[in-house]
C-alpha cells in the first residue's frame, strides 16, 4: 500500500537551507515575530529603497532644478531608465515600457487610445471577475463615446465564480468588439490566463487587445512583445515593492508607436522638442508618449532599488521558487486543513497559477482578523476568500509551514469566534 509522505517542519527548514534567494531576506524589512504574507497586495519595504529615496532626496537638496539633468540619477531620464530595467519582466523592448501614472490613468490612457468605435464595432469585451477599478474605467471610456456602458461593456461569465476559461472569452470575440481588456491574473483565485492565445485570437477578428497586469508583473515572466500585445498597464508596489501608492507602469507594442496619445500631455513630446514650447505636438516615437505629465521623481525612488533586484535576481528565477513555494504551501493545506471548512480556489496546475494562493472559508474575514492577532499579515477578498502570497524575494519555507499551522489552529480552536463578521475598511 502506497503510503503519501508528510510534510514536517525539518522538511521545510531543508529547503529554507537550500533556497537561493535566502540571501535576500536581509534586503527588506521584516518585522520581528511577524509573517508577511500579503506581498501580492502591497510588498515590503527594502533597505535600498531607504537608500534610493535618500540619494533623490539629498539630489533635490543639493541640485535643486539642475537635478532635472545633473547627479547620480537625473531626473528627465529616469522613467527611461526603470523602463529599460523593467522591460524584461515583461519581455519587451525598453522603448515599449513607460513607469508613469497609476494604474487606472493608464488604464483610461490606452483605451482612450485604442478604444476607437465604428460602424458595428463599438463594444469592450472584459470578465466579470476582474477588478473593480478597470470596470469603472471601461465604463467611463464607454459613456465619453455616448454609449451606454449597460449595452456596450460585454462581462465574460465565469463558470465556477473562481475563473474564466479562454474558451468563453474567444467565444465572445464577435465582429462588434473593438476593443479587449482583461487581467493577466485574476485578483481573487490567481488564475493565470493564456495571454498568448488570447491575443493571437483577437488579432485574427481585427481587434485590440490589452492586459491588466498587477497580479503578475514580477511574479510571473510574460513575453508581451513576442506575442504582439497591444498594450498592458500595471501597478509598482505589489510584487515589485514599489512602495504605497508608487508610480505605475504601461506597454505599448512598438508597431503602434508614433500614433497620438488619446490624452496628450506635457510628456507625449519627443524629449529634445519639449522645451521648445510648440504648440504642436510632436509625438515621442516611443511607449513614453503615452506618459501625460511630469515625473513624481520621489515616488520612483524605491522603484530603483526594487528593479535593482530583479536585475540581479532574474525573473525566470523568481517565478521558479513563487511556484515550488506556493505547491508547498498547496500541499500543506491539503495535508493539515482537510475537514476543517477551508477549500482551496486557484488552479492547481503551474501553468495557470500565478504568485498567490487563494484559500476559501465561510468564515474569511474573522479568520482573517484572527491570522493578525497571531502576527500573519493575509488579505482578504469578499466574500469568502483569504489571499496568501509567499514571496520569492522574503519569505522562508518554515514560515509557509507555521502559517498553515496557525490557520488549522483558528478553526480547530475557534479562535475566529470572538472576533466581528463586519470586514475592516482596508482588508
Known amino acids: 500500500m502506497y503510503i503519501k509522505k508528510m510534510i514536517t517542519v525539518e522538511e521545510a527548514r531543508e529547503y529554507d537551507a537550500q533556497d537561493e534567494f535566502r540571501q535576500y531576506r536581509d534586503e527588506f524589512f521584516l518585522q520581528s515575530g511577524q509573517i508577511y504574507m500579503d506581498g501580492n497586495s502591497l510588498g515590503l519595504m527594502s533597505r535600498r529603497a531607504e537608500v534610493k529615496v535618500d540619494e533623490l532626496m539629498d539630489s533635490w537638496k543639493q541640485l535643486a532644478i ?4 545633473n547627479g547620480k540619477h537625473p531626473w528627465f531620464y529616469l522613467p527611461e531608465k526603470l523602463s529599460a530595467m523593467c522591460a524584461p519582466l515583461i519581455g519587451a523592448e525598453s522603448e515599449e515600457v513607460s513607469i508613469c501614472g497609476s494604474t487606472t490613468s493608464n488604464i483610461h490612457q490606452v483605451v482612450s487610445t485604442f478604444y476607437k468605435p465604428r460602424g458595428k464595432k463599438t463594444k469592450i469585451l472584459a470578465d466579470e471577475l476582474t477588478f473593480p477599478s478597470d470596470i469603472y474605467a471601461l465604463q467611463s471610456q464607454i459613456k465619453l463615446h455616448g454609449y451606454d456602458p449597460d449595452d456596450q461593456l460585454i462581462q465574460v461569465k465565469s463558470r465556477d465564480g473562481r475563473m474564466i476559461e479562454e474558451d468563453d472569452i474567444i467565444a465572445a470575440m464577435t465582429d462588434e468588439i473593438a476593443l479587449i481588456f482583461l487581467p493577466t491574473v485574476l485578483y481573487r483565485s490567481g488564475q493565470l490566463l493564456d495571454i498568448e492565445r488570447l491575443t493571437k485570437e483577437a488579432h ?5 487587445i490589452g492586459f491588466d497586469a498587477c497580479h503578475s508583473i514580477g511574479a510571473v515572466p510574460h513575453q508581451f512583445s513576442e506575442w504582439e500585445v497591444d498594450f498592458a498597464v500595471w501597478c509598482n508596489y505589489k510584487y515589485l515593492n514599489g512602495g504605497p501608492g508608487s508610480v505605475a507602469g504601461l506597454y505599448v507594442n512598438k508597431k503602434h508607436f508614433g ?7 506635457w510628456y507625449s513630446s519627443k524629449k529634445n522638442k519639449q522645451f521648445d514650447m510648440s504648440h504642436t505636438l510632436d509625438v515621442e516615437g516611443s511607449a513614453g508618449a503615452f506618459q501625460v505629465g511630469t515625473s513624481h521623481v520621489l515616488s520612483l525612488a524605491p522603484i530603483i532599488a526594487s528593479l535593482e533586484l530583479f536585475v540581479e535576481a532574474d525573473i525566470e528565477k523568481v517565478r521558479r521558487k513563487s511556484l515550488h513555494i506556493t505547491r508547498f504551501m498547496l500541499q500543506l493545506i491539503e495535508q493539515e486543513l482537510d475537514g476543517l471548512g ?11 497559477r500565478g504568485g498567490h494562493i487563494c484559500l476559501e472559508h465561510d468564515e474569511a474575514i474573522r479568520i482573517c482578523k484572527a491570522l493578525v492577532a497571531e502576527k500573519v499579515i493575509p488579505d482578504n477578498r469578499p466574500p ?10 522574503y519569505t522562508s519555507y518554515e ?19 470572538q472576533y466581528g463578521k463586519e470586514r475592516n475598511v482596508v482588508s
Open 66 to 69: 539642475q537635478g532635472w539633468t
Open 204 to 208: 485574427k477578428r481585427d481587434i485590440h
Open 259 to 265: 500614433i497620438t496619445p488619446g490624452l496628450a500631455g
Open 342 to 352: 477551508y477549500s482551496i480556489g486557484n488552479p492547481m496546475e503551474d501553468e495557470r
Open 384 to 393: 469568502n476568500i483569504i489571499r496568501l502570497a509567499p514571496i520569492a524575494f
Open 399 to 417: 514560515e509557509v509551514f507555521n502559517t498553515v499551522q496557525i490557520l488549522k489552529r483558528i478553526v480547530l480552536e475557534k479562535h475566529y469566534e
